[in-house]
């Protein structure tokens, strides 16, 4: 397991997060999506709402992240719908887990941290809890989503892969 690192507040991560929440991607219209989950923090007016359309082979094959609200929030949507193309759900869900695990502060193996990319940059929102839910919100939605469509009995697993 590997301890997170202190992570400043300008520089490298900074950069990241401004330019998801300046330039954010996967935010153009998914018409007949097949998931679509949304999200409101009533306390501050956050809110995203999130398609997929899925292959076949039940991978994710488009995205569209539509948030509105801070930079932490449009920067943690826009940096989810770019790890999410070619994705297994289940795999989603996992990334989905460690993702929160890293904003709690908990340690992670540093395969898991490698996996999380620009991800990383969002450990300045730690020092400020009242924001975490900022940056947790676009991966709310996606485990909505996930929980929506496992309840409709669509499988999240791969054949050859566990459950």
Known sequence: MSQLPDVP???LYGDAIM????????????????IESHELNPFCGD?????MKLGADGRVEAVSSVSQGCSIIQA????????????????????SQKFRSMMRGES??????????????????????VR????????LALEEGIEKM??????????????
């Open 150 to 163: 496992a309840s409709d009995g669509v499988r999240l697993y791969p054949k050859n892969e566990g459950i």
């Open 108 to 129: 992670l193996a540093e395969d898991d941290l490698k996996g999380l990319g620009d991800l990383l940059a969002l450990l300045v929102v730690r020092r400020y809890p």
């Open 19 to 34: 330019d998801h929440y300046r330039n954010p991607r996967r935010r153009s219209p998914l018409p007949n999506a097949d």
């Open 132 to 139: 975490i839910k900022c940056a947790l919100l676009p991966w």
């Open 9 to 11: 507040l300008d520089g």
């Open 76 to 95: 943690s949507a826009s940096m989810m719908a770019e790890l999410m193309t070619g994705q297994m759900l289940s795999a989603l869900k996992e990334r």
């Open 47 to 51: 809110e995203i709402t999130l398609r």
